[in-house]
């Protein structure tokens, strides 16, 4: 029997999946994500009971708080903003994910937000963690965060003449971070001298190591400090392989298509090229073994034909080099075939080889100042187009790619983002129309980098081609607009296509008038399938808050709703609005649901949702 040691689980709390989820009936899309991935890490509220918690994991969330914004779209670089960003935009998915389904522990962030540095930051780990949200886990800090209030943020002064500075463990653990994850130097070793010299209470360090006790009590690690290791039963057992593929498939999103897709199952031929077709790419942080195991895009497809079709493959380029030497054999692939599916897009090092291949374009450490196509991918796609061929792009990538010519010209496009072990047969039945694409976006894909950030819930005022400032003749009102170009993104959140088509036919409150103290109003929509074949739709509601006290976003989800309809039928969907939810960050430095008139949007994404009806709060 081999023995596991038991050890905690990281969540990286991330944007770049798709929403794929019928269980969950709340707002933002972030929350959701970590409230799935907490509860299905920890198995339940409560460490210690449930169906996983026999696995005694518990989920880290992480980076606290406002990571994910810094300055020049640079790692650990400062955030701007104040505390109604703070309380609008970052706390609340934290909130879900630690509140509400229970995460045992938290990693604090590297950055400053507003010039606190994240491990110093006692407002946010004391005062609303601890004193708004009772948590009692712990917080960890990140790799060398404590060192890099000296040594980065310059709060307190380097060590000098080789002794550990003990003033960054001070400032960190008087600030609520429990725990160091050490970096070269170890700041947290000179807490008991600093206890015995009267410069720090022993209180406080009895609190911190107190709280990382009560974790692994509820975890039983001095019970049973070993997991049984019935590993092999559960990792590929055929359920679980199963379930990977479907998370796979609808996470897949369909962005353009002109009909190209899907491609026939008895079509004589297929290219298949591009550097991302024949390779594993999963992002940062990867077991050993997975890049064996995974089905790559080009063997779904083989896999998925058969012998009927022949399969013309080039790599055509390297996912680097402008070289394009490669391209002749591509092009004489695309020409020889009835269709050509062409992959490209990022990657990331490949961390089982430590840390190997530096030119990764996404991952840790690696950072970007364009969402175009590296090297000679884009003229790859332009030579393959050129032939004649109809030509659908397939972008594997953790991240949005800015590319409008392909969104222009290409016949259809999907995203892939980073799949699992059974990508390729997941890309392959969805290409092939096995399955019916239903992944929607979680982010909005820009068109041009200069607009950055690029988000359809843009504060008022954001845009001044917002609807109603365009006469109908078309002609912009005179006001702030790029001279070239757009702000308007290529695709906007909640997008993605379908084999079928959903036709929005009425939508109601259950409540014209609502109290700012009842707790939810709810939704109804009448959804159709009206295309030819069974699909799922993700139904969103937008609620725009017509007049408020401070700036609010045009429009923003308050709730979605998976659901399959069948080919011609029509389906009832009721998405419950929670009141809280529309609570505005007032002046007064207080949450107050205001009240007004409500405006709600329906519809699949954030840009066919159309108004609907609305609601007024008093
Ligand atoms: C990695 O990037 C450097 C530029 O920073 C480039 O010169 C080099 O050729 C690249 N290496 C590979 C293997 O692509
Ligand atoms: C469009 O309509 C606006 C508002 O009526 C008007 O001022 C403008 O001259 C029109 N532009 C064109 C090109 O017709
Ligand atoms: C709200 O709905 C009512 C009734 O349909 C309508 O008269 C009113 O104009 C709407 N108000 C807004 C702000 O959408």
């Not at 790692?75 to 229970?102: C, H, M, Q, W």
């Not at 030819?532 to 989800?557: C, R």
Request: glycine share 10%.
């Amino acid at each position: 029997m081999v023995k596991i040691p038991i050890s905690l689980v990281s969540l990286l709390v991330s944007l770049g999946a798709a929403i794929s989820s019928d269980i969950y009936v709340y707002s933002s899309i972030i929350g959701e994500l970590g409230y799935a991935f907490v509860t299905g890490l920890q198995g339940s509220k409560k460490a210690g009971t449930g169906k996983a918690a026999k696995y005694r994991v518990a989920s880290m969330v992480k980076h606290f708080v406002a990571f994910g914004s810094p300055e020049g779209g640079l790692n650990t670089a400062p955030v701007a903003g104040g505390e109604r960003d703070l309380r609008s935009l970052y706390l609340p998915p934290f909130k879900r994910a630690i509140k509400d389904a229970g995460a045992l522990s938290i990693m604090s962030a590297y950055h400053s937000y507003d010039g606190v540095p994240a491990a110093a930051n006692s407002h946010a780990m004391n005062d609303v963690l601890r004193g708004e949200w009772d948590y009692e886990g712990f917080v960890s800090s990140d790799a060398g965060a404590i060192d890099f209030l000296c040594s980065i943020h310059h709060i307190c002064e380097t060590s000098t003449n080789g002794v550990t500075n003990p003033e960054p463990a001070l400032i960190a653990l008087n600030a609520g971070n429990d725990m160091e994850m050490a970096g070269s130097t170890m700041h947290y070793l000179t807490i008991v001298d600093q206890v015995k010299k009267g410069n720090l209470k022993a209180s406080v360090v009895d609190e911190a190591v107190s709280r990382i006790l009560r974790v692994k009590f509820l975890l039983g690690l001095f019970e049973n400090p070993w997991t049984s290791s019935n590993y092999n039963k559960v990792i590929h057992s055929k359920a679980n392989v199963e379930f990977a593929r479907k998370v796979d498939e609808e996470s897949i999103v369909l962005l353009e298509n002109d009909g190209t897709l899907p491609i026939s199952e008895s079509i004589e031929s297929i290219a298949v090229i591009g550097p991302q077709a024949n390779v594993m790419q999963y992002g940062d942080y990867v077991l050993h073994g997975v890049f064996e195991r995974g089905v790559t895009p080009l063997a779904g497809i083989q896999s998925y034909v058969g012998k009927s079709t022949k399969v013309n493959y080039a790599e055509g380029c390297k996912l680097w080099s402008n070289d394009d030497s490669g391209f002749k054999d591509a092009v004489k692939a695309a020409k020889k075939s009835k269709v050509a599916v062409v992959m490209v897009g990022t990657w990331s090092r490949d961390q089982t080889e430590l840390w190997q291949g530096l030119n990764a374009t996404t991952g840790e450490h690696v950072d970007v100042n364009d969402l175009a196509l590296v090297g000679a991918q884009l003229k790859l796609v332009q030579a393959i187009q050129a032939t004649g061929t109809p030509t659908v792009v397939v972008y594997i990538s953790g991240k949005p790619i800015a590319e409008p010519w392909i969104k222009d010209n290409a016949n259809a496009v999907v995203q892939a983002f980073y799949p699992g072990e059974q990508g390729g047969n997941a890309l392959a039945n969805i290409l092939f129309g096995k399955v019916n694409p239903s992944g929607k976006l979680s982010v909005s894909f820009p068109t041009y980098v200069g607009s950055l950030p690029s988000y359809y819930n843009y504060n008022k005022g954001g845009r001044s081609i917002d609807p109603g400032h365009i006469y109908a003749n078309g002609t912009l009102v005179f006001g702030h607009q790029y001279v070239l170009g757009t702000p308007v993104p290529m695709w906007l959140f909640g997008h993605g296509l379908s084999y079928t088509t959903f036709t929005y036919e009425s939508a109601k409150v259950d409540q014209s008038k609502v109290s700012a103290k009842a707790s939810q109003v709810e939704v109804e929509v009448k959804v159709k399938n009206s295309g030819k074949v069974d699909g799922q739709e993700v139904v969103q509601v937008y609620i725009n808050d017509v007049v408020s006290s401070v700036v609010t976003p045009v429009m923003a989800l308050k709730g979605f709703k998976k659901v399959a309809i069948k080919a011609g039928k029509t389906v009832t969907v009721k998405i419950p609005i929670k009141v809280s939810e529309l609570a505005v960050w007032a002046q007064s430095q207080k949450y107050v649901v205001e009240p007004g008139v409500f405006q709600v949007y329906v519809g699949g994404s954030a840009e066919t949702a159309t108004l609907a009806t609305n609601f007024t709060v008093y």
